[in-house]
Antibody, heavy 122, light 104 residues
Framework: QITLKESGPTLVKPSETLTLTCTFS??????????VGWIRQPPGEALEWLAL???????RYSPSLKSRLTITKDTSKNQVFLTMTNMDPVDTGTYYC??????????????WGQGTLVTVSS | IQMTQSPSTLSASVGDRVTITCRAS??????LAWYQQKPGKAPKLLIY???TLERGVPSRFSGSGSGTEFTLTISSLQPDDFATYYC????????FGQGTKVEI
């Protein structure tokens, strides 16, 4: 059974750096083709993909946020991290991590964490 | 690739047939998914590869389309189906539509 859970600060100040942790179980990020992504959702708005890291440490970033994002992993601890710099109130929202299966499965983010709400305010 | 859903809001009744459309700014091969999201919950994958039903999803949900136009159909709306639905392309990175709220 695949599970993911996000953790991190609930409140950050403008201009600060946000670091979120995704702790997962039920799959290995050593398995060829597997990835873990981050997606966010401002209150009452649509989903927005942010970043993804693959089993081989390959990384993909949203072009519009690339300069502010860093995604890393600790495979031994089953954790993926997302860092976002220069936080602004418009970055307020729920941040999700999600499992992306191997490409040959033909599918996309199939298991999601419960999400963590991050508020950016002074 | 930009994804545009229509309508933004849909009012329907139990038993209705409901169709949601997702249009892409560029054509691609079937790498499209549909999610259902309820308030305060994470999105749930319903359909992937445009028309493949995720395991455990009721058969009243179906997907179709290719190229730039895709549809999600609910054949007979059930009380549990009132939610917001998102399309997502995964042909080139990942992009979501703006969502369609299905309300009573």
């Amino acid at each position: 059974q695949i599970t993911l859970k996000e953790s991190g600060p609930t409140l950050v100040k403008p201009s600060e750096t946000l670091t979120l942790t995704c702790t997962f179980s039920g799959f290995s990020l050593n398995k060829s083709g597997v990835g873990v992504g981050w997606i966010r959702q401002p209150p009452g708005e649509a989903l927005e993909w942010l970043a993804l890291i693959y089993w081989d440490n390959g990384k993909r970033y949203s072009p519009s946020l690339k300069s502010r994002l860093t995604i890393t992993k600790d495979t031994s601890k089953n954790q993926v991290f997302l860092t976002m710099t220069n936080m602004d109130p418009v970055d307020t929202g729920t941040y999700y991590c999600a499992h992306r299966p191997i490409a040959t499965a033909g599918t996309t983010f199939d298991h999601w964490g419960q999400g963590t709400l991050v508020t950016v305010s002074s | 690739i930009q994804m545009t859903q229509s309508p933004s809001t849909l009012s329907a009744s139990v038993g209705d047939r409901v169709t949601i459309t997702c249009r892409a700014s560029h054509s691609f091969n079937s790498w499209l998914a549909w999610y259902q999201q309820k308030p305060g919950k994470a999105p749930k994958l319903l359909i992937y590869k445009a028309s493949t039903l995720e395991r455990g999803v009721p058969s009243r949900f179906s997907g179709s389309g290719s190229g730039t136009e895709f549809t999600l159909t609910i054949s007979s709306l059930q009380p549990d189906d009132f939610a917001t639905y998102y399309c997502q392309q995964y042909n080139s990175y990942w992009t979501f539509g703006q969502g369609t709220k299905v309300e009573i």
